[in-house]
């Protein structure tokens, strides 16, 4: 809810740009590509909404709305930075996806490296766990990493981010 209440608010402030005209856009194309700023600037600003509005379908797709926002006008402003020639609109779309694509992938693969570490580090401390019981003490590495079947160095990394996740102090 509070995703679409930023949204909406920020379409409505984008009502205040003057939308361009096809005959403006046919002038500042051909100024965008003497290399005249002002009108890169102002193609920028009147292609805002759509690509705002691209960003529909990807609400939800567990980014914030800001950053899908931010990322969208980044791939605007890079479109029309490259633009050389053909349908500058389609460009812009296509750029604006693939950048939207590109994060909320990022992001996924973040949450899955996440996921995939405190797997690991659950697998340690239950490994851990059971070899202290069978032993009476607690287990070395070398007998962790047997357990585990995995390499001794994977095992002392496992045991530092589980130390330092346990002691906030070395976490400032």
Do not use: W
Not at 41 to 50: A, D, L
Not at 75 to 89: C, H, P, Q, R, W
Not at 119 to 132: C, K, Q, T, W
């Amino acid at each position: 809810m509070k995703d679409k209440s930023i949204l909406e608010m920020y379409l409505e402030d984008m009502k205040e740009i003057k939308p361009l005209e096809e005959s403006e856009l046919d002038t500042l194309k051909k100024a965008l590509l003497s290399g005249d700023n002002s009108a890169k600037n102002r193609i920028i600003e009147g292609h805002m909404m759509y690509a705002t509005e691209l960003i529909q379908p990807f609400v939800g797709c567990g980014q914030e709305i800001t950053d899908l926002i931010s990322e969208s006008h980044l791939a605007l402003t890079m479109a029309v930075a490259e633009y050389k020639s053909g349908d500058l609109k389609a460009q812009i779309r296509t750029a604006v996806e693939k950048r939207l694509n590109e994060i909320i992938d990022e992001e996924t693969k973040v949450k899955n490296a996440s996921n995939m570490l405190a797997e690991r580090l659950n697998d340690l401390m239950e490994a851990s766990r059971i070899l202290a019981q069978e032993y009476g003490r607690e287990a070395s590495v070398e007998e962790l990493s047997d357990r585990l079947m995995v390499p001794k160095d994977e095992v002392e990394e496992l045991l530092k981010i589980s130390l330092n996740a346990m002691d906030p102090e070395k976490n400032i």
